[in-house]
């Protein structure tokens, strides 16, 4: 049984840090591309990072480069969102997922490519 379980999130200050973490399991993230994604209320969800397969390409929404970092540790099977410099804006449900036809070169972008998600992980950033 393929398992993407978020943690990290919590309640942060403007301008504060999280440090998200996405256990994969039940499949073996190394061979994929992974991402992460955020879906604030009454919106829909957006992209905000992608990694490849060996985690020598990297993908980023323009709202968070600079402040993001995504990295993964293929051991441990571990896909992590590192994010600094927190605004409201970023407040939101963050996901990571699986990219099924990314096994490697640029990260894609788009959800349609994504079939496994997490049950999300809640961040909040107070103003």
Not at 27 to 43: C, D, E, H, I, V
Not at 102 to 125: E, H, K
Request: glycine share 12%.
């Amino acid at each position: 049984q393929v398992q993407l379980v978020e943690s990290g999130g919590g309640l942060v200050q403007a301008g504060g840090s999280l440090r998200l973490s996405c256990a994969v399991s039940g499949l073996t993230a190394s061979l994929y591309n992974m991402g992460w994604f955020r879906q604030a209320p009454g919106k829909e969800r957006e992209f905000v990072a992608a990694i490849s397969r060996h985690g020598d390409s990297t993908r980023y929404a323009e709202s968070v480069k600079g402040r993001f970092t995504i990295s993964r540790d293929n051991a441990k099977n571990v896909v992590t969102l590192q994010m600094n410099s927190l605004k409201f804006e970023d407040t939101a449900i963050y996901y990571c997922a699986r990219d099924y036809l990314g096994t490697g070169g640029t990260p894609s972008p788009f959800s349609r490519n994504y079939d496994y998600w997490g049950q999300g992980t809640q961040v909040t950033v107070s103003s």
